[in-house]
C-alpha cells in the first residue's frame, strides 16, 4: 500500500474529505463521536499529515533563509567561516526535524528575500546594518538572530554566551591574584569581535584597572607578536578571545615566562575544545553551534502565533585548567 492520504481516511470513516480535514485539525462543528471516530481511522491507517500541504494552507512555505555574512576579507580556512559552515549544518539538521528547509542568502542581497518565500530569516553572526535583516523586518518576516537585539515581536533572539563567558574568565583572573589583565582579541570586524572587548573594558572601569587591549590576526608570527607586547607592558594574566587558544598556550610555552607562576592564562574556546583540555587550558567554551537546534521549536511556536518574540539562551561553561592559580 502506498502513501495514506486524506481521502482514504474520509472513505474509511464514510465522510467528505473536507469533514475528515476539520476532525483531524480540530475544526469545524462536527459531533465529537464522529470526530474521536475519524481520528482513531486515521491513526489506525497511518495517516501522516503533509507538512508543507498544511503549511501552505496557512500562507507558509516552511522555509528558513540563512543569512550568510557579508565579510570578504576573510577566506574558507579563517575558523569563522567554520563555525558557519557549522551553523548551516545544524540548521539543517534541526529544519529537517521540523519539516523545514533552508535557502542560504548573501548577507547583501535584500532582493532575494524580496523574491524568495521565506517564513523567517536565520543570521548566524549578524549586523544591524546587514540589508537581508532590514529588508525582512520591513516586509514583517520573523528573524532569528545570534547576540542581536530585535525590535519588539519581531523574531528570536540567542543569546549566545560570550559576554558572560568572557566576563567569568576575567573575574576567575582576578580571584587567583593577577593584578594585571591585559586582552588578547581579533581585530574589530564582527560584532562577536567587539563583545569581548566591550566587556573586558567595561570590567577595568568596575574594578579600577587600566585595559591593556593588544589585537591579532590568525597568523602564527602575528599572534607571537601580540603575546610579546603583552608580556612588555607588565600583563601578569591574559584573557584570550582569540579562538586559537592552544596556539596561545604553545607560543607561551617558548617563552621565559612560566605559567601559571609568571602569567596565567584564560582561553575562549568555541571551536578546540578537546585540544584545549588536553594541553590543560583553562577555558570559557561557548557553543554558537547549538543555536540552531535550540531555537528551532521556538521558531515554530512563534510562527503559530507571529508576531511574537522569544530569547533563547544557549549554555556555556568555564573549565579549570593548569594555566591559571586555582
Known amino acids: 500500500m502506498g502513501e495514506v492520504t486524506l481521502k482514504d481516511v474520509a472513505l474509511r470513516a464514510g465522510v467528505s474529505t473536507a469533514a475528515a480535514?476539520?476532525?483531524l485539525n480540530d475544526r469545524g462543528s462536527l459531533r465529537a463521536d464522529t470526530r474521536a471516530r475519524i481520528k482513531e481511522i486515521a491513526a489506525e491507517?497511518?495517516?501522516?499529515?503533509?507538512?508543507?500541504?498544511a503549511a501552505l494552507r496557512r500562507g507558509r512555505t516552511m522555509s528558513?533563509?540563512?543569512?550568510?555574512p557579508d565579510r570578504h576579507e576573510h577566506d574558507a580556512e579563517d575558523r569563522w567561516a567554520i563555525g558557519y559552515a557549522r551553523q548551516l549544518t545544524a540548521l539543517v539538521r534541526a529544519s529537517a526535524e521540523w519539516g523545514f528547509t533552508v535557502t542560504v542568502i548573501p548577507a547583501d542581497r535584500a532582493d532575494l528575500v524580496r523574491s524568495t518565500r521565506l517564513d523567517a530569516v536565520y543570521a548566524a553572526d549578524p549586523r544591524a546594518s546587514d540589508p537581508v535583516l532590514g529588508e525582512a523586518l520591513r516586509l514583517g518576516i520573523p528573524v532569528?538572530?545570534?547576540d542581536l537585539a530585535l525590535p519588539e515581536a519581531a523574531g528570536v533572539e540567542i543569546r549566545t554566551g560570550y559576554e558572560d563567558?568572557?566576563?567569568a574568565g576575567l573575574e576567575l583572573l582576578a580571584r587567583a591574584g593577577a593584578a594585571r589583565?591585559?586582552?588578547?582579541?581579533?581585530?574589530r570586524?564582527?560584532?562577536s569581535d567587539e563583545v569581548g572587548e566591550d566587556v573586558y573594558r567595561r570590567w577595568c572601569a568596575a574594578t579600577g584597572r587600566q585595559p591593556v587591549v593588544v589585537r591579532a590576526g590568525g597568523d602564527r608570527d602575528d599572534l607571537a607578536d601580540a603575546l610579546r607586547a603583552l608580556a612588555s607592558a607588565g600583563v601578569d594574566a591574559i584573557y584570550s578571545y582569540l579562538e586559537q587558544g592552544p596556539e596561545v598556550y604553545l607560543q607561551l610555552e617558548r617563552t621565559d615566562l612560566v605559567i601559571p607562576r609568571d602569567l596565567q592564562l584564560v582561553a575562549l574556546c568555541v571551536h578546540d575544545c578537546g585540544l584545549n583540555e588536553r594541553l590543560g587550558v583553562t577555558?570559557?567554551?561557548?557553543?554558537?553551534?547549538?543555536a540552531p537546534a535550540l531555537m528551532i521549536e521556538p521558531l515554530a511556536a512563534l510562527l503559530a502565533a507571529y508576531p511574537a518574540h522569544a530569547v533563547v539562551s544557549l549554555p556555556w561553561e568555564l573549565q579549570s585548567g593548569s594555566t591559571t592559580r586555582l
Open 144 to 146: 532569528v538572530a545570534n
Open 189 to 191: 570586524g564582527r560584532p
Open 283 to 290: 577555558r570559557t567554551c561557548v557553543h554558537p553551534e547549538q
Open 181 to 187: 589583565v591585559g586582552l588578547l582579541t581579533k581585530h
Open 45 to 53: 491507517l497511518g495517516y501522516i499529515p503533509h507538512a508543507h500541504a
Open 165 to 167: 563567558a568572557a566576563r
Open 21 to 23: 480535514s476539520q476532525a
Open 64 to 68: 528558513i533563509g540563512y543569512v550568510v
